[in-house]
């Protein structure tokens, strides 16, 4: 079974960068499609972006697209995101997700793993 530990968030003002990682342990996570997902207070989690096992084939929310990149190093067992020009609305948990199908979704219920989420907070 994987485990992921995402990291790397914190508080930045708006127009700044954040990169957020995820390590994988206990399999390959080659084998598998990884996506990012939010959840901010009181509203449902979100898809952010996914990736496909290769790497080859990205996937964005729109409300993302053109500022956030998904990347992964299967080497490593770590796949990344990437998060500039922030903006407020960007505030939430965000977490990693492996699905050990498809490749790559934005639908929370095709991953079968998860990790605890980092906090991402965004001033004004």
């Known amino acids: 079974q994987v485990q992921l530990v995402e990291s790397g968030g914190g508080w930045v003002q708006a127009g700044g960068s954040l990169r957020l990682s995820c390590v994988a342990s206990?399999?390959?996570?080659?084998?598998?499609?990884m996506g990012w997902f939010r959840q901010a207070p009181s509203l449902e989690r979100e898809f952010v972006a996914a990736?496909?096992?290769?790497?080859?084939?990205?996937y964005y929310a729109d409300s993302v697209k053109g500022r956030f990149t998904i990347s992964r190093d299967n080497a490593k067992n770590m796949v990344y995101l990437q998060m500039n020009s922030l903006k407020p609305e960007d505030t939430a948990v965000y977490y990693c997700?492996?699905?050990?199908?498809?490749?790559?979704?934005?639908?929370?219920?095709?991953?079968?793993?998860w990790g605890q989420g980092t906090q991402v907070t965004v001033s004004s």
């Open positions: 997700a492996a699905a050990d199908y498809g490749s790559g979704s934005a639908v929370a219920s095709r991953y079968n793993y």
């Open positions: 990736i496909s096992w290769s790497g080859g084939a990205t």
């Open positions: 206990g399999g390959l996570l080659r084998r598998y499609a």
